[in-house]
Each structure stands twice: as C-alpha cells, then as structure tokens.
C-alpha cells in the first residue's frame, strides 16, 4: 500500500524567509502527488499535482514541487514567505484504481514578521 | 452547484445518538470520497463513491458507520450510536469521471462533529 511520511508537524519561518515542506512517498507503481493547503475552518485546496509530467510542478500562490523518483520525495517550497501562507499543508498520493487520496499527517506553517 | 456542500457545518450530539452528515457534489461529478480529519491527525480515508456505488469501503471503522449514495447524487454518512472518538471533521470529495487523479478532487468546508 501506498504511504506519505511528512516530516515536521510544523514549521515555522520569518516573512521573506524560504519555505520548504517536505514530504516522502511509498509507491509500488509511479504515483499521481498532490499538496493540499487549509486554512483555518475551511476545506482543502489544491496548490499543485504531479501527474508524469514534468518533474517541477508550479502551483498557485507561488508555491513549486519537485518530484524525485530517486528520492521518492515532493517536496514543496516557497522562495519567499507572506503571513498569509501561515496554514495546514498536506501531501498525499492517489492510490489504486479508485483513485482514493492517501494524506500524510500534516504540516502546520507558521508565518512571523 | 459551484461547490462541494457539506451540512450541517457544526454538530454537537450527545453520545449514544445516531447523526447524519450530508454532502451534496458539484453536479456532474459521479466519484465521491468521504474522508474524517480528527484532531491533530491526518486525512483519513471512509468511503469511495462511483454513480450510486460503493466499490470502495475500507476505511469505514466499524459496523456503526454507514453511507448512501441516490440519484448519483447527495450522499449521506450515516454513524449510529455516536462516540467520542467520533469526533472529528468529516470531509467530502468529488471529482469527474473515473480517473479524478487527473480530472481533480473538490473539498467541501466539511462538517464538525463533536460527540459530549
């Protein structure tokens, strides 16, 4: 079965600072990769997929993923970070044929001046 | 409609009570996942939809767990003599057609349950 470890339960960086998210996948076949952004009392929004494409995936809001097989890593990244990126930020995978999202836990990015 | 509906937004039910939780997709999409966010927990997987078919329930957690699907449509999660440990938010997705890994998934805001 299918797996997402993300790494930090949060993350906190000053405004301007990089943001980089990290994530980690388990996948027997190659995967379709997403990142989901939430933010406070609201659902999930999509930032970027990855879907056998190209390896660098932009999404909105400035934020950019890059798949590495070798790595079996999506990370996400930000060149510079604005108060309102401060949000829960998942990783998950598709598995299977039913296409089900498989979340890893959750990385909570604070943002301070 | 634009979006993903989910109602009610907030439930607080006493414990030992059966609740029903709805979620109306965008029109047109005939896949719908049902996934339960507890605190400080991840996503986790309930129940996939394709038209009024349930090809998918592993991630129920137990025989007081139940959803339905009509007119390829509304769908309602159903949980019968609540727990605590029920609580969590409960979110609903739905996507286009059999492939949503490329078409995409829709959230709703979800609803909050909180069993006391």
């Known amino acids: 079965a299918q797996s997402v470890t993300q790494l930090g339960s949060h993350v906190s960086v000053s405004e301007g600072a990089l943001v980089l998210l990290r994530c980690n996948y388990s996948?027997?076949?190659?995967?379709?990769l997403f990142w989901y952004v939430q933010y406070p009392n609201q659902g999930l929004q999509l930032l970027l997929k990855?879907?056998?494409?190209?390896?660098l995936v932009k999404g909105i809001n400035g934020f950019e993923a890059e798949f590495k097989k070798s790595e079996t890593s999506f990370h996400l990244t930000k060149p510079s970070a604005h108060m309102s990126d401060a949000a829960e930020y998942f990783c998950?995978?598709?598995?299977?044929?039913?296409?089900?999202?498989?979340f890893g836990a959750g990385t909570r990015l604070a943002v301070h001046p | 409609g634009a979006g993903v509906s989910q109602s009610p937004s907030n439930k607080v039910t006493e414990k030992g009570k059966d609740v029903e939780l709805r979620c109306d997709p965008i029109?047109?999409?005939?896949?719908l996942y049902w996934y339960r966010q507890s605190l400080g927990q991840g996503l986790e997987f309930l129940i996939y939809?394709?038209?009024?078919?349930?090809?998918?329930k592993s991630g129920l957690p137990s025989d007081r767990f139940s959803a339905e699907r009509t007119g390829g449509s509304v769908s309602t999660l159903t949980i019968q003599r609540t727990q605590q440990e029920d609580s969590a938010v409960y979110l609903c997705?739905?996507?286009?057609?059999?492939?949503?890994?490329?078409?995409?998934?829709?959230f709703g805001s979800g609803t909050r349950l909180t069993v006391v």
């Open positions: 996948s027997s076949v190659p995967p379709y």
């Open positions: 939809f394709q038209g009024n078919s349930a090809p998918d």
């Open positions: 029109s047109g999409h005939t896949a």
């Open positions: 990855y879907t056998s494409a190209a390896t």
């Open positions: 998950a995978v598709s598995e299977g044929g039913y296409n089900k999202l498989i």
């Open positions: 997705a739905s996507s286009l057609g059999r492939s949503p890994a490329n078409y995409g998934y829709t």
